[in-house]
């Protein structure tokens, strides 16, 4: 894998970029998320949205809008809900978010001190996670290493928020009532009503959920 990539590699680090670059899982194109760094055709790009592209031959067609990790251009491919995709294995770093500038969010490595700046964008996820994040939080920079180095950060599986309002009853669950509550920082997401404002609740980040009691 990366052949063109490697052989721009300085050949000093060669040795210590090819296993990395061999931990890969597969996965099909509807379950790649945003952010995650793929191999197209030996490349290493990054996945920075999805979409139904309509169908060729009867099946479904994936969109995938990519950047590549080292060069950032910007690219687009096609795939069937069949095809299968080779989904790298990062190294995993642990830093806390400082804020965010514009497209940039600071983050601070919790050892060493040092402060590492990632583009918004390349948050996984997309957008959508962003009003989800809290000063402190400790969030996960995944990387290439030694090249090109950082590629990507994501949302802890969970986190604690306060309610801070309710809305009216909308469903039941074996038995439990459902509400929307909104949380402090605007967004909304379904609890039972047993939950009053000003309490804590546990929040899965990765489908948006109430877990329980903080």
Known sequence: MFRSVLARVASSRLTAVQPLCRRWYQAGPNSVRMGNVIDIKGEPQIVVSRDHGGTARGQAVIKLNLKHAVTGIKSTERFRNNDTLEVLLLVQNQYQYLYSDGDTAHLLNMQTYEELTMDINTLEGGKDK?????????????SLEPEPGPLSWRLPARHTYKVKSLVDRIAKDRGTTYVTGTLENGMQVQIPNFIKPGENVVVDLTRLTYIGRA
């Open 130 to 142: 962003l009003p989800y994040l809290e000063d402190n939080m400790e969030v996960t920079v995944q």
